[in-house]
């Protein structure tokens, strides 16, 4: 009786011992955020997660601004942001977990300027496509194109992208009232491949079903298209970096083994998979 007592706690032991182990072997990151790295996100994970079974990571979107509310409110353990944090959103960090959050560049980006595939404009001066946006030119003949209004379709306020290109193409001025708001980059490229007189803009991973517009940096300058090469050296005009942000306190384990993989040759290989741009070596070490 006594050595089937020692059996019976024995066999209880390891299955305790057993259901902890695997209790610690599983992990659960949160990803939130800019909704122009969600989909280079959800690939990231993917990836990952299937060369490390213990590990679940969930990705969503909802614009940059979202993900930094949801940082510092301590529900999402990565923030995904298209542009750098504002200083507003670093003291509310601050206050909420003693720290500023830590950034990490992840990728670079190419922002284009979509038009119908039916347009027959090819290219515009950044000072243009800022005038465009803020309704000074209003008219697809005052720049080359067919005597036709034109279309805006813009992101909502809350997003990253909206945010860059309201500072570095309109240089702070205001979108044009008539500009319709787009819940996403994938929502603006339907719209615009749908509207012969339509312009938006987005990553340049998000191309497929319209035309990016070649964009001067000024009237001297030669006409460039968004590409590897041409974000990479500077040439296009219109680019930026992508970013993840973390709380100071979470960047180890497992979270800072995932951030570590994003900027490894591997993660930055999906990088260019998905259609944006690696991180060149010297900005990952």
Same mark, same amino acid.
């Given at each position: 009786m006594t050595t089937k007592r020692t059996a019976l706690k024995l066999i209880a032991g390891l299955a305790v011992c057993g259901v902890t182990a695997s209790a610690q072997a599983q992990s659960k990151i949160t990803v939130k955020g800019s909704d122009? *790295?969600?989909?280079?996100?959800?690939?990231?994970?993917?990836?990952?997660?299937?060369?490390?079974?213990?590990t679940t990571i969930q990705v969503t979107g909802g614009g940059t601004g979202t993900g930094f509310a949801a940082l510092?409110?301590?529900t999402t353990d990565l923030c995904n942001a298209s542009r750098k944090i504002k200083a507003k959103e670093i003291e509310t960090c601050v206050k909420a977990f003693g720290k500023r959050p830590t950034e990490y560049k992840v990728a670079l980006d190419g922002l284009s300027v979509y038009v119908s595939a039916d347009n027959g404009v090819k290219e515009l001066t950044v000072a243009q496509v800022g005038d465009i946006f803020a309704g000074k030119i209003k008219n697809w003949k005052q720049v080359g194109g067919a005597d036709a209004p034109i279309t805006l379709y813009s992101r909502e306020n809350s997003s990253g992208t909206y945010e860059f290109f309201k500072e570095?193409?309109? *240089?702070?001025?205001?979108?044009a009232s008539s500009a319709q708001t787009m819940p996403g980059t994938a929502a603006v490229l339907q719209a615009v491949a749908k509207d012969k007189n339509g312009i938006g803009y987005g990553g340049a991973a998000y191309g497929a079903g319209a035309k990016h517009l070649s964009i001067k940096k000024d009237d001297a300058s030669k006409a460039v298209e968004p590409s590897e090469a041409t974000v990479m050296n500077g040439t296009y005009p219109i680019w930026r970096y992508l970013y993840v942000y973390i709380n100071p306190a979470l960047d180890k384990g497992d979270v800072a083994k995932y951030l570590?993989?994003?900027?490894s040759d591997a993660g930055q290989v999906v990088v260019k998979d998905v259609g944006y741009f690696p991180l060149p070596k010297n900005l990952r070490e």
């Open positions: 122009t *790295l969600v989909i280079l996100a959800q690939k990231w994970a993917e990836t990952y997660m299937g060369k490390n079974a213990g510092q409110n301590k570095n193409v309109l *240089l702070g001025k205001d979108f570590a993989w994003i900027r």
